[in-house]
């Protein structure tokens, strides 16, 4: 079975430009949770969705938004790019809100 | 809000040798606790969690880890460490609110030949 996808790999962006992240969760998943990993930290939590609305968000600006599709899958966008939004962006999945998460590879953004 | 701190960046054994991680949480109700591993350029992996059953619990590769309500700790252990354990490990406390997890800054063990 496929587990998490995500895409792109990898991507370079200029500052101020925006940025679309993709996730396909694992079949049968409703729930989708986004987290960014700065180099040398811990993953932060973004954004959670479930059955296609926002059930949480974490401590980020407004220039961060998320939707989920009627197939779970999900974007992540990124307005107005700074440095510091250089990092490794995680989706996970897991079958309801609250249950254990599954996490995908990862997409690798530097911003320069 | 729940949190975890994990202490030491950087834990380096031998082959063979115990491995320890630290984790200590801060949570005003039963905590759900995880450890995930993180090996270079991948996403993370899920090795075990805590979810009030027992309170020791066995994950994948050999892992275990051990709650502790007073000691407020969840320290991930191994018997004997193996070349392909080194990684970074994170231990994460599941929010009772929105249901996200919270991460320590996590732990790099290195395993020596």
């Known amino acids: 079975d496929a587990g998490v996808t995500q895409s792109p790999t990898h991507l370079i962006k200029t500052r101020g430009q925006h940025v679309t992240l993709r996730c396909s969760p694992i079949?049968?998943?409703?729930?989708v949770s986004w987290y960014q990993q700065v180099l040398g930290q811990g993953p932060q939590f973004i954004f959670q969705y479930y059955e296609k609305e926002e059930r949480g968000r974490g401590n980020f600006p407004d220039r961060f938004s998320a939707r989920q599709f009627p197939n779970y899958s999900s974007e992540l966008n990124v307005n107005a790019l700074l440095l510091g939004d250089s990092a490794l962006y995680l989706c996970?999945?897991?079958?309801?809100?609250?249950?254990?998460?599954?996490f995908g590879p990862g997409t690798r953004l530097t911003v320069t | 809000a729940q949190s975890v701190t994990q202490l030491g960046s950087h834990v380096s054994v031998s082959e063979g040798a115990l491995v320890l991680l630290r984790c200590n949480y801060s949570?005003?109700?039963?905590?759900?606790l995880f450890w995930y591993v993180q090996y270079p350029n991948q996403g993370l992996q899920l090795l075990l969690k805590y979810t009030s059953a027992a309170t020791l619990v066995k994950g994948i590769n050999g892992f275990e880890a051990e709650f502790k309500k007073s000691e407020t700790s969840f320290h991930l252990t191994k018997p004997s460490a193996h070349m392909s354990d080194a990684a970074e490990y994170f231990c994460a406390v599941r929010d009772t609110g929105r249901r996200a997890l919270t991460f320590g800054s996590g732990t790099r063990l290195q395993v020596q030949p």
């Open positions: 079949s049968g998943h409703k729930s």
């Open positions: 949570s005003s109700v039963p905590p759900y």
């Open positions: 996970a999945s897991s079958f309801r809100q609250g249950d254990e998460q599954y």
